[in-house]
């Protein structure tokens, strides 16, 4: 499966923003998907999941800030950001893994990625 990530930008502090994965080649529903983040010079962080059962998983620094979801007849998976913080900026990536493995929170866990969207929040 190939992923496309967009809708990173520019944000102030306290803002929203809402990405978009889009999937193409295999049905996106046999995928569990993943949201991570990576600031230069550090290890790509788990942000959040969604099963192929829709079961949601976050990381607690998002917790009641961000929200995951999918449509199946899109293929698009979303990652729905409020109350931004620049805490927040990195570069967002999508991914996609096929196994049962439950929640999800370890990169090495999925086998397909998206190219990455910047998101920059301003204080």
């Known amino acids: 499966v190939q992923l496309q990530a967009s809708g990173g930008g520019l944000v102030q502090a306290g803002g929203s923003l809402r990405l978009s994965c889009a999937a193409s080649?295999?049905?996106?529903?046999?995928?569990?998907m993943g949201w991570f983040r990576q600031v230069p010079g550090k290890e790509r962080e788990f942000v959040a999941s969604l099963s192929r059962s829709s079961r949601t998983y976050y990381a607690d620094s998002v917790k009641g800030r961000f929200t995951i979801s999918g449509d199946n007849a899109e293929n698009t998976v979303y990652l729905e950001m409020n109350s931004l913080k620049p805490e927040d900026t990195a570069v967002y990536y999508c991914?996609?893994?096929?196994?049962?493995?439950?929640?999800?929170?370890?990169?090495?866990?999925?086998?397909?990625w998206g190219q990455g969207t910047l998101v920059t929040v301003s204080s």
């Open positions: 080649g295999r049905t996106f529903s046999r995928y569990a």
């Open positions: 991914a996609a893994k096929s196994d049962l493995r439950w929640p999800a929170t370890y990169s090495y866990e999925y086998d397909y």
